[in-house]
């Protein structure tokens, strides 16, 4: 299979979907079908709603339920959108809200790790059997907001080997050396596909077999992880280390305050979003605003989005 196979089924490009709050951080929900539509133009394979980016951890289920209903409700052409489901604190409430996230129409669900990283085997117990509970596809995330939430390359093989999950976002920021490097699961990803987080190693994962990535920069930029991709897939790999550079230099200025920053280059990109968060409450500067708007607008003199 080519990368781009792979990214007709659970590879390639997904979009971290933004949450827009109001100023008194409720959700803004008028706003986001218009969000969902605009991120539908960027050149995304799926999207994942209710991630790290979304601020999952200061969403309750509900809010995570309609969120999930509306992106499903407002994509478009073959994208995929793709949920957590397993943030409640008990057995019995995940298991309650994997229903309510596939009654959605999600097409596929992303379960976290959880604090099972420094036990291979109990990792792998609690992802089969919480698996069971789905016919839905399954790509794990090694969210940073638990401890221990790294996945060692082991217990990965294991999980793909059976076919119980079809990906992983790999959050280690680590290429070689180690149980839990993007290296040892690359080694036994098989028919799965490992997708990179870091967007430093972005192009090196690709040259070591990664088969797409899930990263903060595609909150906003989305079409340069695409023009990436595509080029690369077209094997011209100097211009994908162009694009590369240009996405990393994206996620340096996104970096400062996240993830209002990447709110505010959304507004500037022409979707009226208010930078309000939940999780981050710090105001953006007036030079932080000044930086992604010199970002921008030098982006768009070189045709980045074009």
């Not at 489901?85 to 298991?95: F, I």
């Not at 992303?110 to 089969?128: A, C, L």
């Amino acid at each position: 299979m080519t990368l781009n196979d792979y990214a007709k089924d659970f590879g390639g490009i997904f979009s971290l979907m933004l949450t827009p709050f109001n100023e008194d951080r409720s959700i803004n929900y008028d706003i986001y079908p218009q969000y969902c539509q605009w991120m539908a133009q960027q050149g995304a394979h799926h999207f994942f709603v209710n991630s790290g980016s979304s601020e999952m951890m200061e969403l309750t289920l509900a809010e995570r339920v309609r969120l999930a209903t509306l992106c499903v409700e407002n994509k478009s052409g073959d994208i995929t959108v793709w949920s957590t489901a397993n943030l409640e604190p008990s057995w019995e409430g995940q298991l309650d809200e994997i229903d309510r996230i596939e009654s959605t129409g999600v097409d596929g669900l992303v379960f976290v790790t959880k604090s099972y990283g420094n036990d291979d085997e109990r990792m792998v117990k609690y992802i089969t059997d919480l698996a069971a509970h789905t016919k839905l596809p399954i790509i794990l995330y090694e969210f940073p907001g638990f401890p221990n939430n790294k996945i060692s390359g082991p217990a990965y093989g294991a999980l793909a080997k059976e076919g119980i999950i079809k990906g992983i976002k790999d959050t280690t920021c680590l290429m070689r050396g180690g149980e839990f490097s993007i290296s040892q699961k690359l080694s036994v990803q098989g028919n799965s596909c490992v997708m990179n987080a870091n967007i430093p190693f972005l192009y090196d994962s690709y040259e070591m077999g990664a088969r797409g990535v899930i990263a903060t920069p595609s909150t906003c930029g989305t079409k340069l992880l695409r023009k990436m991709w595509d080029v690369y897939c077209e094997d011209d790999k100097e211009t994908a280390k162009i694009y590369h550079a240009a996405v990393c230099s994206l996620s340096d200025v996104l970096d400062g305050c996240f993830n209002p920053t990447a709110k505010y280059m959304v507004s500037l990109m022409g979707v009226p979003f208010e930078e309000y968060a939940r999780a981050n409450r710090r105001p953006l500067s007036p030079q932080t605003k000044r930086n992604l708007e010199v970002w921008y607008e030098d982006a768009c003199r070189r045709g980045l989005f074009d």
